[in-house]
């Protein structure tokens, strides 16, 4: 159940605000529609319920507010826009990727791909799905962590009519399981046959809060839409014989030679139109606004003895056509509409009001089940829940999670792992660096002079950095700055969570990869300068234990620090720019303050550790940690050490800061 409390946006300079004092319910076990018109703030309401838009009031999911919910994806399942995925990541590999963050099983992602259909397109890339297939593939992603609420943003939106019902269906299966959902939607249409209640707003105010079927009759009024070279003379005519009878009509002028004509009927209109010589176009029943070419409402029944707009029966998909005459035992037959009008669209059918016709389709069918419509026994009409519910199978839906997954530290690990691995950048990106590193190293052992660490390694004097650092920080980077252009993680939220979890994860998977590559480069150097030069250049140097200390360390901290940046800066240019600033930036401050007189030498740093703590360091210890401060008390690799504590520093203020807001 969702209970949302005076929802108000924050008012823009001098405007009012998007949204004022919006309070609303959305039972368990229904379908609630939020209506209006575009702007008249429902995404705004959305926003302000799952907390992505400042503003004042509370919002409860079965009694707990957002920010109160350990696992907000397993309580709210959302689809606001497309689907936040990197568009070179498959089908698969994303929900895949999902159930690691939200600690579900792995099946699952086969399970929501069977329910929405999407099996066939499980190896597709996201960027290459329609509209159609990005809507399943967003309704698969809200039911992946099997939530209890569902809240869309306009969920059919550019969909066919045979996807919306689709999607309708789903939703009322939803719904039959005792879950909530709430789906906003400007077309009166969907709102009245496909939600069980109906929220209005206009201009971010609540103008009605009423059931489907009294939402149908009291804001949904009948009317007859005319088509007409002289619609000025037959609205004059309209209204004289209207005031003649003493009826009350309204005749509506939509612009250009379109009437809308409220309180008549078909025949009335047509047989005016037919006294006075006025050719017609058009003359079809509809409700509302909505245009012909809809449905019937789910659970409305036509009463015996009511004509025209009276029955509430609109033309099938896509059709236009001209409401029977009246006949003496009641409203004419479906199959006589075509056959006793004059239309030229007489080969229009008129669908029943069976829900089954126009809601839960056969998905493997192409074609509706019209029936004839139910006689009225004057009692109210069932609600649209229960009429569809009585009357066609509910969709199936992906099994309940009947097993929670402990909280472990493999879980963030698990969708780091998947998400770098799910998309070709990193495996380009490596290749890249090794073929770059190995042409540096064959032009530097041409032109001579260089040391032979520097030569295995690919670093000229001239640049910063190697190629191998400069290729692992764009791996460290891209690992944060993925996340912000493409939140997969924030869907339910709003931005990408700064976890200690989800850092750790990235830090260790970023040291992996990092080391992976300094060995495949120098491999890939070594064995390119053996195949040009000879063995002459592929010795290895005498201390190599420290520069490989040294060439690892740089490496592992060039990615360490792509990551701390873009997770701070959200950008994956930030994250490289922080990455090429430790040695043009910082190593010559560092440079400068070791040079100076006041600084002194840390000889004997491990004996006098050794007396503090009162430990033998087995194994020769003293060496290796003598071989760790040397490292760090270079100029690069002290350079590297600050600028990894500052920014690991900033991110943790930040998640801090975020964590108390």
Known sequence: MIQAFGLTSNSRKDLPPAVDDVSFEARAGRVTALLGATGAGKTTVLRLMLELQQGRGLTYFRGRPLHRIAHPAREVGVLMGDVPGHPARTVRGHLRMLCAAAGVPVRRADEVLEVVGLVSLRDERLGTLSRGMDRRLGLACALLPDPHTLVLDDPADGLSTRESHWLHGMLRAHAAQGGSVLFTTSEPKEAARAADHVITLEQGRLVADQEATEFARTRLRPRVAVRTPHAARLAALLSKEARTAHRSVEVVREGGNRLSVYGSTCADVGETAFRHGVLVHQLADEIGDMGPGAGPFPGEAPQAGATGAETGELLGAGAVGVAGPETRGGPAAPDDFASQSGSHMRGARVMSADPKGHGDQDPHSGRDTPSGPAEGNGHAAPSPATASRASAPLSPLPPPISVRSAPSPLRPLRYELRRAAGIGTGFLTGAAVLVTSALTAVLLAQVGHTPQARLLAAWPRE?????????????????????????????????????????????????????????????CDAEVLYLVYGRELTEVPADWVPLSASWFGLVVGCAWAGVLAAGIFRSTTAGLAAVVAVPVLVVPLVRKALDGGSVRAAAGLPARLREVLLLQWPFGGERYLAGAVRVVAQPVGGALALSLTALLCAYLLTALRSRVR
Not at 478 to 497: C, I, Q, S, W, Y
């Open 463 to 523: 640049l910063p950095l190697p190629p191998a650092a400069l290729g692992a920080g764009l791996l460290g980077a891209l690992a944060f700055g993925d996340e912000f252009r493409h939140p997969a993680l924030a869907a339910d939220r709003g931005t990408v969570p700064r976890r200690l979890g989800l850092l750790t994860a990235k830090l260790v998977v970023a040291a992996v990869t990092a080391l992976a590559l300094a060995l495949l480069t120098v491999g």
